[in-house]
């Protein structure tokens, strides 16, 4: 829903302008002269101002300027009683979109306010491109490789618009961290970020706390309860692990999507709800759809903009920049200074697969800066399974077979047994490493 800010010092102008776009869905607040008109923009994001030229004490110019100075992405609307060809002149030159002369018709207010709003989309798309091109990343994002320069360019893109969004990629790879970033980035950025586990919530459970309940909806329900998506009005709502909602809660969150409303459990009506829906899943949703496992029309409801995140193990040295990050967010566990940690421990971290990913990675330094008595971090600190990333005292006469199995043992370990993944992240097919382990058994 877009916010429209309007300002005049005529109060009947203002109830006229505001039920006129109230009728057609729009957010609506009204100043009655600059200074107002300026506490509004501080408190909450605008996308169109429509201001009048005159009033008392500081005009509509003024304000204007002040908007384009600070507020670069909202679009501006000159109405006036006094049209000139230099007011409208003046006003196009401080950076308003549109210039209404009063009096006018709804249909040119709505028809100028449509103009505006696409003007203002198509400046913020254009420059979240001109912006992706640093590819810098976003507040609480760490990583510099090009893979992740593709994933910034990504949220960039999405930040702009407000079309559905969903991210894939293996457990512990940051989706919540970029669905954060590009609601904080976007105009949404002022409304709630509701994050939700789908998998988290009891299955009896699911359908109450997505749309909410009335009271004595069910045993239990005590009180009437907005769920998490009239929580997030106005802002997004961020369903994490989405394949894993039954199927009769992705017919409902299909409806949801398509007719913009909610009804709570135990209530016959609905309620409005303007969200922005970011989904996220480490599981193959075409695959589950192709299994009918997942709904199709859900599927690509959801599927307009995606974004894929890499593994941990696919961005190079992104590893060295999280492990100071993580050392450094964590550091106040150590007695003393920041910790360090040796070359052996370094590379070990470096050559680790990672099948948790920058999860584990986190995991795994804030145990290790627990774990070291002198502010050292050494590869004694370090689970087990890393220990064998680093040839040890001896090795160097290790046969090429004795060094297979031992990367076999610790991918293995890494993803707690699961032949199926362990062959993937190998590169072989689970038949092949059936014999290897068949052979290091026998061996």
């Known amino acids: 829903m877009h916010r429209i800010l309007v300002v005049d010092d005529s109060a009947a102008t203002l109830e006229v302008i505001r039920r006129n776009l109230e009728s057609q869905g729009y957010h609506v607040v009204t100043a009655g002269g600059v200074h107002e ?12 101002v429509i201001t009048d030229l005159r009033m008392p004490k500081v005009g509509g110019l003024d304000l204007i300027r002040h908007i384009r100075a600070r507020y670069p992405r909202c679009g501006v609307i000159m109405i006036t009683g006094y049209a000139s060809v230099d007011t409208a002149v003046s006003a196009m030159r401080e950076g308003a979109e549109d210039y209404l002369a009063k009096p006018f018709t709804d249909n040119e207010l709505l028809a100028s306010v449509a103009r505006t709003i696409e003007k203002v989309r198509a400046r913020k798309i254009l420059n979240a491109e001109s912006n992706s091109e640093s590819r810098e990343p976003p507040p609480g994002i760490v990583g510099a490789s090009a893979v992740m320069g593709e994933v910034y360019r990504s949220i960039a893109r999405a930040a702009a618009n407000a079309a559905t969004v969903l991210i894939t990629g293996e457990s512990g790879t940051g989706k ?98 303007d969200v922005r829906i970011i989904a996220a899943t480490n599981k193959d949703l075409a695959a589950l759809v192709r299994k009918s496992e997942f709904r199709e029309d859900l599927f690509f409801r959801l599927n307009v903009l995606t974004i894929e995140l890499p593994p941990l193990r696919d961005r190079g040295d992104d590893v060295l920049l999280l492990v100071r990050h993580f050392l450094e967010k964590y550091g106040s566990l150590s007695v003393g200074q920041l910790p360090q940690l040796t070359d052996r421990a370094l590379a070990a971290l470096r050559q680790y697969h990672w099948p948790g990913n920058v999860r584990e990675l986190e995991n795994v330094l804030q145990r290790a800066i627990v774990m070291s008595d002198d502010g050292v971090i050494d590869v004694a600190n370090l ?6 990333a680093i040839p040890g005292d001896g090795d160097v006469n290790s046969t090429l077979a004795q060094i297979e199995q031992n990367h076999i043992r610790r991918v293995l370990a890494g993803v707690e047994g699961n032949k199926t993944r362990a062959a993937e992240i190998l590169g072989i097919d689970r038949k092949t490493l059936r014999e290897k382990l068949k052979q290091m058994d026998n061996a």
């Open 176 to 273: 919540e961290l970029v669905a954060r970033a590009i609601h904080y980035q976007g105009e949404r950025a002022s409304a709630p970020f509701v994050a939700v586990n789908c998998a988290g919530i009891p299955e009896g459970l699911v359908e109450s706390e997505l749309f909410g309940h009335t009271k004595g909806a069910f045993t239990g329900a005590s009180k009437t309860r907005a769920g998490f998506f009239l929580t997030a009005h106005h802002g997004t709502i961020f369903l994490d692990e989405i394949a894993e909602l039954a199927s009769l809660t992705q017919a409902k969150l299909l409806r949801v999507l398509e007719d913009k409303e909610v009804q709570l459990v135990g209530s016959e009506r609905t309620r409005r709800v």
């Open 383 to 388: 689970p087990s399974v890393m220990q064998f």
């Open 37 to 48: 008109a300026v506490e509004h923009l501080k408190a909450a994001n605008v996308d169109v």
